[in-house]
């Protein structure tokens, strides 16, 4: 094996979590839920017509009656919130609601996201929620975010220190040492064994390749629509050079692939404006 994956890798953490005593503990240990009964609920959304968008969540489950998400990001694709709030529109149409049903009878939803990268400033567990003028518009739909960067994964009193080491340490070595507690023991053993098993292994380099060419996407193509952008030499303190130089910067990200609504974001240009410099 060239490196071991761990359960940051995204087949080994749906395989892992198809298991529910390891869901269970999952759910317990990062966002506190004491799940009795837990089902496991078909993960794509169908497109209705040719124009729909097409998503797949990584779990998507009934937990005690309950609609929850389970979604774990490792790279920052610029365009999270949007997704979180796509997926979790698409599964409130699809579950929470039957043909018929009043308004009175919608199911809420909750969204369980594991970030591995800063998404918000400093706390651990973020919890969101759909407000206007602080006071909530919703009840129904609530979003809470795990940043696993944030937890210190060389400290044994932290409570989420074991199973942050499964997400973030590739040493087998290292791991045998740090899991202790039996559950946690038993789902070492199970990462070992997909690791071993050169079928699920290549499987699992098939995502990490998949990872790589998103990151090195993500990361650059707005720097380099910036450079280009830059490049044509406007003087940024004249409006109408500001301007241009954003029609450049979003012209350049258009030619390196970058999704529109994360140009429109850092640019300030609308979506109709976007699609015009097509």
Same mark, same amino acid.
């Given at each position: 094996?060239?490196?071991?994956?761990?359960?940051?890798?995204?087949?080994?953490?749906?395989?892992?979590?198809?298991?529910?005593?390891?869901?269970?503990?999952?759910?317990?240990?990062?966002?506190?839920?004491?799940?009795?009964?837990?089902?496991?609920?078909?993960?794509?959304?169908?497109?209705?017509?040719?124009?729909?968008?097409?998503?797949?969540?990584?779990?998507? $489950?009934?937990?005690?009656?309950?609609?929850?998400?389970?979604? $774990?990001?490792?790279?920052?694709?610029?365009?999270?919130?949007?997704?979180?709030?796509?997926?979790?529109?698409?599964?409130?149409?699809?579950?929470?609601?039957?043909?018929?049903?009043?308004?009175?009878?919608?199911?809420?939803?909750?969204?369980?996201?594991?970030?591995?990268?800063?998404?918000?400033?400093?706390?651990?567990?973020?919890?969101?929620?759909?407000?206007?003028?602080?006071?909530?518009?919703?009840?129904?739909?609530?979003?809470?975010?795990?940043?696993?960067?944030?937890?210190?994964?060389?400290?044994?009193?932290?409570?989420?220190?074991?199973?942050? #080491?499964?997400? #973030?340490? +590739?040493?087998?070595?290292?791991?045998?040492?740090?899991?202790?507690?039996?559950?946690?023991?038993?789902?070492?053993?199970?990462?070992?064994?997909? #690791?071993?098993?050169?079928?699920?292994?290549?499987?699992?380099?098939?995502?990490?390749?998949?990872?790589?060419?998103?990151?090195?996407?993500?990361?650059?193509?707005?720097?380099?629509?910036?450079?280009?952008?830059?490049?044509?030499?406007?003087?940024?303190?004249?409006?109408?050079?500001?301007?241009?130089?954003?029609?450049?910067?979003?012209? #350049?990200?258009?030619?390196?692939?970058?999704?529109?609504?994360?140009?429109?974001?850092?640019?300030?240009?609308?979506?109709? +404006?976007?699609?015009?410099?097509?």
């Amino acid at each position: 094996m060239a490196k071991i994956y761990t359960l940051k890798n995204d087949y080994l953490f749906k395989k892992i979590f198809s298991n529910q005593e390891y869901l269970k503990k999952l759910l317990l240990d990062l966002f506190d839920i004491k799940a009795k009964k837990l089902e496991y609920l078909n993960t794509a959304f169908i497109k209705e017509n040719k124009n729909s968008k097409v998503g797949i969540v990584d779990l998507l $489950l009934s937990v005690d009656e309950e609609i929850i998400i389970l979604e $774990l990001q490792n790279i920052d694709r610029y365009n999270f919130e949007e997704r979180l709030l796509f997926y979790s529109s698409a599964v409130i149409h699809s579950h929470c609601l039957k043909e018929g049903e009043d308004y009175k009878r919608l199911k809420g939803i909750k969204v369980y996201a594991i970030t591995n990268y800063p998404l918000f400033n400093s706390e651990i567990k973020n919890s969101v929620r759909l407000k206007v003028k602080n006071k909530i518009f919703t009840k129904k739909l609530e979003y809470e975010i795990f940043d696993l960067t944030k937890v210190n994964k060389n400290n044994k009193e932290n409570k989420y220190y074991e199973l942050v #080491n499964l997400f #973030n340490t +590739e040493n087998i070595n290292e791991l045998d040492k740090i899991i202790t507690s039996d559950i946690y023991k038993k789902m070492l053993e199970e990462i070992k064994r997909y #690791n071993l098993d050169s079928k699920e292994y290549e499987k699992m380099e098939d995502i990490e390749r998949l990872m790589m060419n998103e990151t090195e996407h993500y990361d650059t193509a707005y720097e380099v629509g910036i450079e280009r952008g830059i490049s044509i030499g406007i003087d940024q303190g004249r409006s109408e050079g500001v301007i241009q130089n954003k029609k450049e910067i979003a012209k #350049n990200m258009l030619i390196e692939n970058v999704d529109i609504s994360l140009i429109a974001k850092y640019t300030n240009m609308s979506i109709k +404006e976007i699609e015009a410099l097509r």
